[in-house]
């Protein structure tokens, strides 16, 4: 038996920004290999449905669904799709995100105001109309994925990043205590350095590690991590396993760090 059996999860961010494995497309194929049904929702429609092909190929179940997880009607465009095609929502794992270097001083005003649309209000909305659901169907678990930056200076400038997760991080703690007696869990995983497309692709990540070179980059990455190297998507969806499956039902309001220790020493 699988750990999700039974059980229709939503994941926000689905897809991936480029080749290999990003954390929201390896938490859709790890929740369906352990029995969920996978409503798999991406603002880029293409890359919903490879990872619907690839939990098909394996004999899963999955969905795909294009939407602007920042967007309200979106939001609840998604719900409604989901509900239709499986009939409930049991899990609602928000992995949409985005990171933009740069201080208070350096940031402009419009990538302030993307950045908490596309890190903070998504999570809010997608709260806002799957919890009701949760509610009526007598329990649930919310998964918000925060950063490690929300909570430590990593030595890179990106303020609006690390200023959306705390956000989230809080966030994640009142929902739950509002929502605890109606047995819906909301717990935020805090990733550390990953090894991911999104990291890859982010050119201002590059250029404030090593002026732009993405394996210089990752060296550097790696040497920062006590372990010795930094984790991967499927390090994130293990977590987001654990918080979705029965096994953490007594588990709510947590911040659960998945960093290789970095968070315990002095940057």
Sequence with gaps: ?????????????????????????????????????????????????ETVEIITKEGGEATAFAADASRGDDIAAMVAACL?????????????????????VDVAEADWDRVFAVNLKSAYLAMKHVIPVMVSQGGGSVINISSIASIRHLGISYVTYAT??????????????????????????????????????????????????????????????????????????????????DESRYVTGIELVVDGGITLKVI
């Design 1 to 49: 038996m699988g750990r999700l059996d039974g059980k229709t999860a939503i994941v926000v961010g689905a897809g991936s920004i480029g080749p290999g494995w990003g954390n929201g497309k390896a938490t859709a194929v790890t929740f369906a290999r352990e029995g969920a049904r996978v409503f798999c929702v991406d603002r880029n429609a293409k890359a919903a449905a």
């Design 84 to 104: 239709k095609a499986y009939g409930r929502i049991d899990v609602l794992d928000n992995n949409v995100g985005i990171a933009e270097t740069g201080s208070v």
């Design 164 to 245: 959306t997760k705390a956000a989230m991080n809080q966030m994640t703690r009142t929902t739950a205590v509002e929502f605890a007696r109606q047995r819906v869990r909301v717990n935020a995983i805090l990733p550390g350095l990953m090894k991911t497309p999104m990291v890859a692709h982010s050119a201002g990540l590059a250029a404030s590690y090593a002026q732009g070179d993405v394996e210089a980059m990752w060296r550097a990455r790696d040497a920062q991590v006590p372990m010795g190297h930094m984790g991967d998507a499927w390090d994130v969806a293990n977590a987001a396993l654990f918080l979705a499956s």
